[in-house]
């Protein structure tokens, strides 16, 4: 048994029911789980470990609920910089054909620690490429050693180009092989018990990569062990006018026929969704990823969140990948969703809190969870701080530290608590060393470079 008291925040956003913010207030807990919650009085005087935070605003961890972490490896390519989705994926997989065990394993905790830095305390990862012996478990293994709640989709082409699809043959994969590991990934690995720290989902790529049956299989699959689905729709307009010529339906059709609706399952993007598909994916609590940063960096358009949001749609946040939106800043990314919402839709379209909002709320129920989100008794105990003090915040936080966090420039964290364990001291990272991972990593992004540039030649 250990006791962590946080004490003094500024302010506390709890996003509990009534979403209270309490200035002066802290968080005890005891091992992984939160156990009270209010100003300091409120609160027991000590603990194995105190943390004052005077000058932080203290709030939930926030969820990221669509990364591809593999790509921090192939981040502002030149072949890639200016093209949209579908080329942009052309220049990518003859890369990413070369990608090893180890590139999987520091990439991904690269990426973990991007996003821990930057407020984030669970992430789920779409991994859906295997070439050279890489296996979901690598990325297993990144996330355990740096201590971040994880959701790890077992993601999965198999429809290469002879066979009508977007990826060269050489990175798609027998469906058998796909379901069996899928299998082998969920009876080892997936921990559906409260205070997880590791689920499984199932995660074919997306309609232009697999095919119907994988899709259909997936689906009987994944609710045969109560696991979660995830995949790409209705991107962008191309990926619309496919899914027409292809099948005859609309993305939102195509899910549905094919079991692919449900409380049980998040789509990534859904940029064009339209009416029909908001309607059926609030029915049936169909949840989204949103990713503004990526739907900018490829001009895939604009998500309709605050329709999706006004008809009851599940909206959780995600970055997408890191060679779709090279920097991978959570709280940078609430603050996207909220400039963007209003280029689409008008100044009222979201405000601060709505952001904050979708970033930790909506991102527990996209993950189909009860215990992260928020900051309450009985909750898990993911909480992040950020300081107030900063040039950054500067003449914003003595207004409203909370708005500031999402208007301001994005910061880093101070703090971050995952699971009960400080993983952010003072903003550095306690459970690995980043300067030697971040090395690693850019010595092996050079190398997977040029094994494409070996690969190409006469
Ligand atoms: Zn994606």
């Known amino acids: 048994m250990s006791t962590l008291l946080l004490k003094n925040a500024d302010m506390l956003v709890t996003m509990d029911a009534t979403r209270r913010e309490i200035a002066g207030g802290g968080v005890f807990i005891r091992d992984n789980v939160i156990e009270a919650v209010g100003a300091v009085h409120e609160l027991p005087s000590g603990a194995d470990e105190v943390i004052d935070l005077a000058g932080h605003v203290l709030m939930p961890g926030l969820i990221n609920t669509h990364h591809h972490m593999y790509q921090s490896l192939t981040r502002a390519i030149p072949a890639a910089q200016d093209a949209e989705l579908f080329d942009w994926l052309q220049a990518l997989y003859p890369i990413w054909a070369h990608l090893t065990p180890e590139m999987i394993r520091v990439s991904t905790q690269t990426a973990m620690a991007e996003l821990i830095l930057s407020g984030c305390t669970t992430s789920s990862d779409h991994l859906y490429i295997y070439p050279n012996g890489c296996r979901l478990d690598d990325a297993i293994e990144a996330a355990r050693e740096i201590g971040m709640r994880f959701t790890a989709t077992r993601g999965s082409m198999s429809v290469g180009q002879s066979q009508g699809g977007l990826p060269p043959d050489s990175v798609v994969e027998k469906e058998d092989d796909i379901l069996r590991d ?170 601060a809190r709505q952001a904050l909002e979708i970033a930790t709320l909506g991102g527990a129920r996209v993950l189909g969870r009860d215990d992260i989100g928020a900051i309450a008794p009985g909750m898990s105990a993911d909480c992040v701080a950020f300081a107030t003090d900063s040039v950054g915040m500067a003449g914003g936080a003595v207004h409203d530290a909370v708005a500031a966090l999402i208007f301001c420039a994005s910061p880093q964290v101070a703090y971050s608590v995952i699971n009960g364990r400080v993983v952010v001291s003072a903003g550095k990272l306690t459970t690995v060393d980043l300067p030697a991972v971040v090395q690693r990593h850019n010595a092996l992004a050079q190398q997977l470079a040029a094994l494409a540039r070996a690969a190409e030649a006469p």
């Open 182 to 351: 899928t299998r082998r990934l969920i009876e080892t690995y997936h921990d559906a018990s409260r205070h997880s720290m590791l689920h499984i989902a199932v995660a074919p790529c997306s309609p232009f990569s697999v095919s119907r049956e994988l899709m259909r299989e997936s689906a009987v699959l994944a609710r045969e062990y109560g696991v979660r689905l995830h995949t790409h729709l209705a991107e962008n307009v191309k990926d619309v006018s496919y899914s027409l010529e292809k099948f005859g339906m609309t993305p939102a059709e195509y899910a549905e026929s094919l079991g692919w609706t449900g409380n049980d399952v998040w789509h990534a993007h859904c940029v064009q969704l339209d009416d029909a598909g908001i309607n059926l994916f609030a029915r049936s609590g169909t949840g989204v990823a949103h990713c503004p940063c990526s739907n900018m960096r490829l001009a895939s358009g604009i998500a309709p969140i605050p329709k999706m949001r006004e008809a009851g749609v599940p909206v959780g946040l995600g970055v997408d990948g890191s060679a779709s939106n090279d920097g991978a800043h959570m709280l940078g990314e609430a603050r996207q969703a909220m400039l963007l919402a209003r280029v689409g839709f008008g100044q009222s379209a979201m405000n």
